[in-house]
């Protein structure tokens, strides 16, 4: 990566975390650059305007958001470890794009209604196919149990998840992977029928 690639990135990273604290129409571009060291006409140099900014940070979460639940699909994995592995993924996520994890949380609402932010409801309506597929896919194998409604668990597992933004930090004692382990032994026991492992128990 050249170094203007890298300035450009770092100049990201420090705009995504004033948008994550300050919210995205508090924040003027004087705030960011103040936040990096620099003069605003420097920040104007990278970047024409904040929206392009937020642009570039939401854009490159949600690309890599994406890819990894393409590959987690594209496995041919079962519907349990096709769960297992986008709760993983979005941990992942979380721990290396936690900023702009919380401005999709708290902007993207609003923000979806610009025609510059329109792939905001396009990737929210992908993902959501991703797990709502999943889940039914594994009712219908009776990996799940069958009187599940299928959209209120995908919202009850998408929001105990993704709220994990709001205290996760990556030098916290548990990893991305660790607390996706955690987090499915709690989801999966409510969701996997009752006494379907039972000729696992030895008592």
């Known amino acids: 990566m050249s170094s203007s690639a890298q300035r450009r990135d770092e100049l990201l990273a420090v ?10 129409n508090a924040t003027t571009v004087r705030r960011i650059a103040d936040a990096a060291g620099l003069l605003a006409g420097s920040l104007y140099y990278h970047f024409d305007s904040k929206e392009s900014m937020l ?26 470890e096709t769960i297992e592995a986008l709760v ?4 992942r996520q979380i721990d290396r794009h936690g900023a702009a994890v919380a401005i999709y949380q708290k902007e993207s609402g609003h923000l979806a209604a610009q025609p510059r932010f329109g792939y905001l409801a396009d990737s929210r309506s992908t993902f959501e196919d ?3 597929r999943t ?17 209120l668990t995908y919202r009850f597992v998408r929001d105990t998840v993704w709220v994990a933004a709001s205290w996760y930090r990556p030098d916290g004692i ?30």
């Open 55 to 80: 642009d570039e940070v939401l854009s490159a979460f949600l690309n890599e958001l994406r890819a990894a639940y393409d590959s987690v699909l594209a496995a041919g994995l079962g519907p349990r």
């Open 135 to 151: 889940l039914e896919r594994g009712v219908a194998e009776r990996v799940f149990r069958g009187d599940l409604d299928i959209r």
């Open 174 to 203: 548990h990893g991305p992977e660790e607390i996706a382990r955690q987090y499915l032994s709690m989801v999966l026991e409510g969701i996997t029928p009752r006494g379907r492992h039972s000729h696992h128990d030895p008592h």
């Open 15 to 24: 705009a995504a975390e004033v948008f994550a604290a300050q919210g995205y």
């Open 130 to 132: 991703a797990w709502l």
């Open 88 to 91: 993983t993924e979005s941990f």
